[in-house]
C-alpha cells in the first residue's frame, strides 16, 4: 500500500512476514486443539503434516533473520552493496531460506525418524516431531544454533562499524571498509560515486541499517558534485570548497570545524556525552533484536536436544508446552521488532490505523444523524 516501502530491501521483511503468517495459519491452530485435547487423535498422517509445518515454518522465520542481518551487516560495511543489491540477489536469499528449511522438515517424510514414532502417534496419542538423536542435531543446528552464531556475530560486527563511526573526530578519513568495496582499491572521497554510495546506503538500508548509519552514526560530510545534486531527492546539496563540508540530519558541524569555542572543555564533555548516548542506542537495538530471538528460541531447542537425547527423562508436558509457544510467539514479535525502528513502517502503520480509526468515526456519526 506505500509505494515508499516497496523497495528490494523489504522484499525479506515481506517474506519473514510470510513465514510468520504461517506459522499462524497452518502451526498454531492444530498446535491449540492439540494442547486442549491433550492428546492426538488426528492420525498419523495429520501428524506428519503438522509436524512438517511447523518445523518448515519455523526454520523459515529464524532462517529470514539471519538473511535479514547479513543484508544489513553488507549494507553497514559496503557502500556499494547498495547499487548490488538487486531483486535478483535478493530473490536468490528467499529462495536460499525456503530452500534449507524445507530440506530440513522434509526428511522425516522421507523416512528419517525414531523407531518409536508410529506406536508414540498411534498408542501413547502423542504427536511431536521425529527424536531420532541425528536427525535433532541436524535439525536444530540448521534451524537454530547455526543460525544463532551468525547472527551474533553479524549484529556485533555492526555495533563495532556504528561505534568507530561515533567516535571518529572530524576530518579523519572514514573506515577503509565503508570507502571502498571489499577486495578492491581505495577510493576518492571527492568521488560522486563514493558520496552518492554512502548517501544512498544510509538512506536505503532500514530498520536497524537506518537506525545504525544514519540515526546513531555520526552524519557523514556532503562535498557537493553536480553530478550528484539528483541523485537523491531527500537531500539538499550544497556547493562547498573542498576546505568545507556541511552536514545533513540537522546535526550542527563539530566545534573542532567551527571558529574556536570560549569553552572548548565543556563543549568537549557534551560531545562525549552524545557519543555515548549514541553507542547506547546502537546497543540497545541490537540488544533488543537478539535478545528476543534467543529468549523465545533457546529454551526450546535446548529442550530438544535433551528430549532425544534422554529418552528416559521425566519434562513436565506443561513446560514443554509452555516451550513451545514461547518459540511460536517469536512470531508474534517479528512484525513488531523489525519495524519499529523504521520511521517509514511507523508512519505507514499510523497512516493505515488512523484511516480505518476516522472511517469508523465517520460511520458512528451518520448513525447517529440519521
Known amino acids: 500500500m506505500e509505494r515508499n516501502l516497496q523497495s528490494v530491501a523489504n522484499y525479506l521483511i515481506l517474506s519473514l512476514a510470510v513465514a510468520d503468517l504461517l506459522v499462524a495459519c497452518l502451526v498454531m491452530p492444530l498446535?491449540?486443539?492439540?494442547?486442549?485435547?491433550?492428546?492426538?487423535?488426528?492420525?498419523?498422517?495429520?501428524?506428519?503434516?503438522?509436524?512438517?509445518?511447523?518445523?518448515?515454518?519455523?526454520?523459515?522465520?529464524?532462517?529470514h533473520l539471519v538473511a535479514i542481518a547479513l543484508d544489513r551487516y553488507w549494507a553497514v560495511t559496503n557502500i556499494d552493496y547498495i547499487h548490488q543489491r538487486t531483486g535478483r540477489r535478493i530473490g536468490m536469499m528467499i529462495i536460499v531460506v525456503w530452500l534449507v528449511a524445507f530440506l530440513v522438515c522434509i526428511a522425516p517424510l522421507l523416512g528419517?525418524?525414531?523407531?518409536?514414532?508410529?506406536?508414540?502417534v498411534n498408542k501413547e496419542k502423542k504427536c511431536?516431531?521425529?527424536?531420532?538423536?541425528?536427525?535433532?542435531?541436524?535439525?536444530?543446528?540448521?534451524?537454530?544454533?547455526?543460525?544463532?552464531?551468525?547472527?551474533?556475530?553479524?549484529?556485533?560486527?555492526?555495533?563495532?562499524?556504528?561505534r568507530k563511526r561515533i567516535r571518529k573526530r572530524p576530518g579523519q578519513p572514514v573506515n577503509p571498509q565503508a570507502t571502498r568495496p571489499m577486495g578492491g582499491p581505495p577510493r576518492q572521497m571527492g568521488s560522486?560515486?563514493?558520496?552518492?554510495?554512502?548517501?544512498?546506503?544510509?538512506?536505503?538500508s532500514g530498520g536497524?541499517?537506518?537506525?545504525?548509519?544514519?540515526?546513531?552514526?555520526?552524519?557523514?560530510?556532503?562535498?557537493?558534485?553536480?553530478?550528484?545534486?539528483?541523485?537523491?531527492?531527500n537531500v539538499s546539496s550544497t556547493n562547498t570548497s573542498p576546505e568545507k563540508t556541511s552536514y545533513h540530519n540537522g546535526l550542527e558541524p563539530e566545534p573542532s570545524t567551527m571558529e574556536a569555542s570560549p569553552r572548548p572543555t565543556l563543549t568537549r564533555r557534551k560531545k562525549v556525552t552524545a557519543d555515548s548516548k549514541r553507542e547506547r542506542k546502537a546497543a540497545k537495538t541490537l540488544a533488543i533484536i537478539t535478545g528476543a530471538f534467543?529468549?523465545?528460541?533457546?529454551?526450546?531447542?535446548?529442550?530438544?536436544?535433551?528430549?532425544?537425547?534422554?529418552?528416559?527423562?521425566?519434562i513436565n508436558p506443561?513446560?514443554?508446552?509452555?516451550?513451545?509457544?514461547?518459540?511460536?510467539?517469536?512470531?508474534?514479535?517479528?512484525?513488531?521488532?523489525?519495524?519499529?525502528?523504521?520511521?517509514?513502517?511507523?508512519n505507514a502503520f499510523k497512516k493505515i490505523l488512523c484511516r480505518h480509526r476516522r472511517g469508523v468515526n465517520r460511520r458512528l456519526r451518520v448513525r447517529h444523524y440519521m
Not at 560522486?192 to 536505503?204: E, F, I, M, P, R
Request: one cysteine or more.
Open 318 to 346: 506443561y513446560l514443554i508446552a509452555f516451550l513451545q509457544w514461547l518459540g511460536y510467539f517469536n512470531s508474534t514479535l517479528n512484525p513488531i521488532i523489525y519495524t519499529v525502528f523504521s520511521p517509514e513502517f511507523r
Open 294 to 314: 534467543v529468549v523465545c528460541w533457546l529454551p526450546f531447542f535446548v529442550l530438544a536436544i535433551v528430549m532425544s537425547a534422554c529418552t528416559d527423562c521425566y
Open 192 to 204: 560522486s560515486h563514493a558520496v552518492g554510495g554512502a548517501l544512498a546506503q544510509a538512506q536505503a
Open 31 to 63: 498446535g491449540a486443539v492439540y494442547e486442549v485435547a491433550h492428546k492426538w487423535a488426528l492420525g498419523p498422517e495429520l501428524c506428519d503434516m503438522w509436524t512438517s509445518s511447523d518445523v518448515l515454518c519455523c526454520t523459515a522465520s529464524i532462517l
Open 208 to 233: 536497524i541499517a537506518a537506525a545504525v548509519v544514519a540515526v546513531i552514526g555520526r552524519p557523514l560530510p556532503t562535498i557537493s558534485v553536480e553530478t550528484t545534486t539528483t541523485a537523491f531527492t
Open 112 to 120: 528419517w525418524k525414531d523407531p518409536l514414532w508410529e506406536d508414540r
Open 128 to 162: 511431536v516431531v521425529s527424536q531420532d538423536v541425528y536427525y535433532q542435531i541436524f535439525a536444530t543446528s540448521s534451524s537454530f544454533y547455526l543460525p544463532l552464531c551468525v547472527i551474533l556475530i553479524l549484529y556485533w560486527r555492526i555495533f563495532q562499524t556504528a
